[in-house]
C-alpha cells in the first residue's frame, strides 16, 4: 500500500507492509505478481519456482526444473489458466500450469542466437526478446507469433517498449539512447544517457506520451525525463 504525505511543502510518498511471505526454503532471487492475489517467487540458482496466494496466505503450487537450466521465469493469466515461459539460452519452453498436475509443456521454441534479455509488455499478451545478436523479436502469447523489431550492429544494453507498444527506448554501449519506431522502423531521437538513475527507469516497462532529453546540472550528464 502506497500512501502519500505532504512534507515541507513537498508531496513524499509514504509505503505500507500489508502482508508478510515467509518463503521457507526458497531463496527468492526475483518476484512477479500475476494477479491481485497471486505472486510467484523464482530462484535461478536453486531452479526452483513457488506461488503464494494472499487469500489463502500459503503456497498454492511449486516446481522444480530438473531438466534444463531455466535463465528467466515469465508466469501470465490467460483468461483462467496460467501459462509459464521458461527461458533458456537459445530457447523458450512455454508451458501450462495446473495446481494438481503440476507443469505440462505446451511449446518449445529454439533459437540460433543466445536470449539474453527478456522483457513482459503491458498489455500482457507480447514479449519481447533480446538476443546476443543484438535482435530484438516481439512474441506473442496466444498465437506464437515471432517478429524481428529491431538489429544493430551495436551493443544493445538495455531496452523498453513504450507509448503501446509502437516505440523503442534502446540504451546502448557507453550510455547511447536512441528512440526507435517501430510501425517505420526509424530512429526518431538519440542522444547519451550516462546517468544511473535514466537506466533504471528503462527497466520499467512505463507508457508515457512523451519523451524528452533534458540536461541536468546536478549530475553534469544528460538523462531522460517521461513526460
Known amino acids: 500500500m502506497i500512501n502519500t504525505m505532504f512534507k515541507h511543502d513537498k508531496k513524499c510518498l509514504l509505503f505500507e507492509i500489508f502482508e508478510v511471505i515467509t518463503a521457507q526454503q526458497l531463496t527468492v532471487e526475483k518476484i512477479q505478481i500475476i494477479n491481485a492475489d497471486l505472486i510467484v517467487g523464482f530462484s535461478k540458482s536453486q531452479q ?15 516446481h522444480f526444473f530438473d531438466q534444463k537450466k531455466v535463465n528467466e521465469l515469465l508466469i ?4 483462467n489458466d496460467l501459462v509459464a515461459y ?3 539460452d ?3 519452453q512455454i ?3 495446473e495446481t494438481q498436475c503440476g507443469f505440462s509443456m505446451l511449446y518449445e521454441l529454439s533459437y540460433e542466437q543466445q536470449i539474453k534479455k527478456i522483457k513482459l509488455l503491458n498489455n500482457t499478451t507480447q514479449i519481447g526478446i533480446l538476443h546476443n545478436n543484438q535482435q530484438i523479436r516481439q512474441l506473442s502469447k496466444d498465437q506464437l507469433q515471432q517478429t524481428i523489431l529491431y538489429e544493430s550492429n551495436q551493443q544493445v544494453e538495455d531496452y523498453c517498449f513504450f507509448k503501446k507498444q509502437t516505440f523503442l527506448a534502446i540504451i546502448q554501449k557507453r550510455g547511447f539512447v536512441l528512440i526507435f519506431s517501430i510501425k517505420s522502423q526509424k530512429s526518431i531521437k538519440q542522444g547519451f544517457n550516462n546517468c544511473d538513475i535514466g537506466k533504471r527507469l528503462f527497466n520499467q516497462n512505463l507508457e508515457y506520451e512523451q519523451l524528452s532529453f533534458v540536461k541536468s ?8 525525463i517521461f513526460i
Do not use: D, P, T, Y
Open 90 to 92: 537459445k530457447q523458450v
Open 95 to 97: 508451458w501450462s500450469i
Open 86 to 88: 521458461g527461458f533458456l
Open 48 to 62: 526452483h519456482v513457488k506461488i503464494w496466494s494472499i487469500s489463502k496466505r500459503q503456497a498454492v503450487f511449486e
Open 217 to 224: 546540472n546536478r549530475f553534469k550528464k544528460n538523462i531522460i
Open 76 to 79: 501470465i493469466q490467460n483468461l
